[in-house]
């Protein structure tokens, strides 16, 4: 110490070090900083929590209150139970389009057009994957039922699903020329709508004759 | 001589066609609310409403073919099964049901009739005709390659065709009207919530509009045929390829709209106060004609 104070008298020393002694161990801020701390990282959030939760004026559990909810485990609550959903869904998105992948045709994109365009045809077009997924899969069914069918019946349903296949491809390559167009997204999205209810029509008419 | 001969080769073939027949004569108890479910696969079928508690089932049938039916008063079921014999196997039903019974009929290569019907009705048939005359409460009615033809205002009208031409000479608040490649024709009554839509198929609105309809028109490639109510207010969006008959008395032909900026027209201004029916017609390579 004395080579830290070379300065000072043993008297000055020793009071210094009382004065230090005598310091509290920590000192406070003069405003508590965390709750504005506490709110940025909130705006910042994906999924808001309660609020009530990181509240910075409410009341501090009592200890008791705190042991209690030690016991129940972490709090369930809507949002992290929408969160849990969400990713459950995305799973079983992903491994069921892995699981179907060779089954699902993919149209080709022909127009040519620019980067920004590219990637707006992209993000329109994955929009349309579960269309194809459920068509896909009636297709499967109806064909495993197809020998169920009457010649005249099969070709009146395969010359229906040559039409709307058609307009589909039509639809689509007007989408790809014209990514933003709200309107031809709908004119696409009701082509497949139609697809997925005739498919279904015609399955309901192969299960009848299989019965 | 010829005469003669020509005359008994008649006999003999009438002779032989009712022999390759069986009749068909069946009757069950139902309430007046049951429910009907009857098959035929090929022939036609015929289902009249009475007012009568029971089901009566006539008609005939080719040889080797089996009728079933069984049920109780709530519920019966019934149908022609077996694929018979010779190039006139079929099957050919009338069946009279308690007119506010709910009806489900199925049929493939099957004319299907109904007539007098106000209870729920569904109707499917593949390449047959389907024809409805009534107005059932609910009216479920498709036919894949027949024409689907229906004569009343239904309460709820869901019909169907593939590449069948669908014809309704009637009016109803709601009614959802979808065909492939077929033409789909409303006429003789007023439309109120409705909504119409084919891949190819054209489609004609000749009908009236009631002062708070709201219709949906949408198709792929079939142009679109609307007649302009001459006293309802209306207002129409067309989202098209070309419109004709905008002026109506003139026949103007006008562009249409860009897909961004579908057009807008007003038919008969509305009272204060009031409010316009509602159109909305879009098809991606067709056009459309106003007509009044």
Known sequence: MNDLTPDLTPDETRRLRDAVAALPESVDPERDLWPDIRERIEATRVVALPREQFAPHAPRAQPAQSAQSAHRGPRVTWPRLAAAAAVLVLASVALTRWMTEPAVQTMVVAPAMDSAGTARAAVSFASFDSFERTAADLSATLDRRAGQLDPATRAVLERSLRTIDQAIAEAREALAADPASAAMRGFVESVYRQKVDFLRRANDVAALRGT | ?292
């Open chain 2, 1 to 292: 001589m010829r005469t003669l001969l020509t005359g008994l080769l008649g006999a003999a073939l009438a002779l032989s066609s009712a022999g390759a027949q069986q009749p068909v004569d069946r009757r069950f108890a139902l309430s007046a609310t049951g429910f009907v479910k009857m098959y035929n696969f090929t022939g036609s079928i015929r289902v009249v409403g009475w007012d009568k508690d029971s089901v009566v089932v006539a008609g005939t049938m080719a040889r080797g073919m089996r009728f079933f039916g069984g049920g109780s008063r709530e519920a019966v079921k019934l149908g022609v099964e077996g694929e018979g014999s010779g190039a006139d196997a079929t099957a050919d039903l009338v069946v009279h049901v308690p007119a506010t019974a709910n009806v489900w009929v199925r049929g493939a290569a099957t004319t299907i009739t109904v007539e007098g019907l106000i209870g729920s009705v569904d109707i499917g048939s593949v390449a047959g005709a389907v024809r409805i005359t009534g107005a059932p409460r609910e009216l479920f009615a498709e036919t894949m390659d027949g024409t689907l033809e229906i004569v009343g205002s239904p309460g709820v009208l869901r019909a169907k065709t593939a590449t069948g031409a669908l014809r309704w000479r009637g009016g109803g608040a709601e009614a959802t009207l979808t065909s492939v490649s077929g033409e789909v024709t409303t006429d003789g009554g007023s439309l109120g919530r409705a909504r119409v839509e084919t891949v190819s198929g054209n489609v004609l609105l000749l009908g009236a509009l009631r002062p708070d309809a709201s219709v949906t028109v949408e198709s792929h490639s079939g142009s679109v045929t609307l007649r302009v109510p001459r006293d309802v207010p209306m207002r129409l969006t067309a989202d098209v390829v070309s419109i004709s008959g905008v002026g109506i008395a003139g026949k103007a032909t006008a562009p249409a709209g860009r897909r961004s900026d579908p057009r807008l027209l007003d038919y008969n201004k509305p009272k204060p106060g009031g409010r316009a029916a509602e159109v909305s017609v879009r098809s991606f390579k067709g056009g459309m004609e106003l007509r009044q």
